[in-house]
């Protein structure tokens, strides 16, 4: 519904998502930030590609090396191949070899970690393996443990564990790290490499949700990169005070190349200035290219349709309504 704004705009008013940031209708979960997972923490990752993986993982294998914290991370790639390590910490370049040697960064191989004598994944075995690390973390002098692993493998392939044992996993990692004060964990996977049934089964085994870290938030709009579809979301309220930040992070997510799409469905209010600011980005794209708002509530297509979408070219409604679609793990 569109309304007066007392800076001389026109506004509207989604519906007000759950704490959480799900329709009413959905599970409850916790949804964080990865720098803003604490302990007790079992939380899921399903990502849609490298990149979403890489900003959310190595984000949370250095915010551990950072703060003291020991970081357990059960692959088979090597330690200087881990997400974010390729990157200075605090302005300097990370020693793997320091972090590893005096225990603060274990990197476990599947085989140690949770795979029996014939090679098959043994749920229990990896609870067991991610108990001990935490059991002796404290006696090392660590105050906190960041556990992680990426179950893609174990989903995918010949020799693929059934949803029942994956199930059973999450439930021992889950008993694992819930009750602790010290432990927290991310559970990854590749959407890409499961069904959205065993996404979903998967996903309520975990009571937070993790994603990328905001590209901005000030307390009134929050702005966070999107993977699948490529974007971003808008959460809060866009005015003039912000359409310098939002023009600065539609210019740099549109260097990717590909169609951009901004996810509304948590958007409150945006101003006629903010509507131009859209529709001037999108006149600035290839003839064949359009910016995409995708989970449009009734109430912010009305006002669009008020302004009239012939005088925002190049502005396109995409997918669903706002919280009218499943959302996979996220």
Sequence with gaps: MGFPNPGGGVGWTGPAPTPDGHSMDAPWFAKRPVSDVRPGDHGWLAYAGAEERDRVIGTFVREGLRHNEKVVYVTDAPADGLPGLDRPLDGHRIDVGAYTRIGQLRVISRADACLDRRGAFEPAMLADTLGRELGGAFAEGFRAVRLTTDHSWAL?????????????????????????????????????????????????????????????DDGVLRIVRTFEPHGLRLEGELDGARHTVLAERLAAVNRAGRRVHLDVARLRFIDLGGLNLLAQHALALPADEALVLDHLAPDVENVIEMVGWRRLPGLVRGAGAAGGTEDLGR
């Design 156 to 216: 995918s392939g010949p020799g693929r564990a059934d949803l029942a044992q994956m199930l059973g996993c999450e439930h021992r990692v889950g008993d694992t790290v819930a009750p602790s004060t010290m432990a927290m964990a991310i559970c990854q996977v590749d959407r890409r490499t499961c069904s959205g049934a065993e996404l979903l089964a998967l996903r309520d085994t975990h009571e937070v949700l993790i994603e990328v870290d905001p590209e901005f």
